[in-house]
């Protein structure tokens, strides 16, 4: 999984058609999963804690916070030959 909050690049399939930003919010638990595991991986030594760790939880939490925030639905371009 690769997550940008700062460009909401949250990188999921979302199944039917509804792929809006409130749609997106049946993967808030496992983002919430994901900052626990990288904060594990910080634990085990697998990966530096400190900055290099808050920045990666933080993208997450961002993305979270945007998502839980997000009242609109844009609308969907579509491209045309």
């Known amino acids: 999984m ?7 690049a949250v990188l999921f399939t979302f199944p039917g058609k509804d792929r809006s930003p409130t749609a997106a919010r049946t993967a808030i638990p496992e983002l ?7 904060n594990e991986q910080c634990k085990r030594g697998e990966y530096p804690a400190g ?3 808050n920045r990666r ?4 939490a961002e993305a979270i916070n ?5 009242t609109t639905r ?3 371009r579509h491209i045309t030959k």
């Open 57 to 60: 939880t933080g993208a997450v």
């Open 51 to 53: 900055e290099l760790n």
């Open 2 to 8: 690769i997550v940008q909050a700062r460009t909401l």
């Open 32 to 38: 919430k999963k994901l900052i626990v595991e990288l």
């Open 74 to 76: 844009p609308e969907l």
């Open 66 to 70: 945007a998502i839980e925030t997000a």
